[in-house]
């Protein structure tokens, strides 16, 4: 599975966790709807400005969103092997 | 100053604390050198997934990596202000 697939995923995930929607989380960021749904999806790489923006609009540190995104990765390889 | 220029500084910084070159650095990320030193010099917004290669050519995870950034991007605001 990839990268952007398990970030798109934990995006979504602590999206949700705030209640907000997609428009709310573009808007706080800065983004366009549209890419924050390919960011979720994991059809988009985002660079690490727009990893930063959405990061800060879910009120976490670029650090706090990667490790959550490590974590569930984790998470995903155990339950595999 | 711009997130990528405290990026690359930080990603020189871990870079020289292991004694390794651009080349070496560049080649265990699976990188053009070039862009290696593009990347340190803040001239280029790399993607999460360059970020998560040069973490893992740092021997660090990315949220490490960002830690590292956050901190050194703290330290510098608060010398100016």
């Known amino acids: 599975m990839s990268l ?14 705030h209640g907000l929607s997609q428009e709310v989380l573009a808007d706080r960021a800065d983004l366009n709807r549209s890419y924050v749904g390919e960011v979720e999806r994991g059809t988009a790489m985002p660079s690490l400005g727009t990893v930063t923006k959405i990061a800060k609009a879910l009120n976490l540190s670029p650090s706090a969103l990667l490790a959550r995104y490590e974590a569930y990765e ?7 092997s």
């Open 74 to 80: 984790q998470s995903q390889l155990e339950n595999v």
């Open 4 to 17: 952007s697939i398990y970030f798109g995923r934990i995006v979504k995930r602590v999206r949700e966790e």
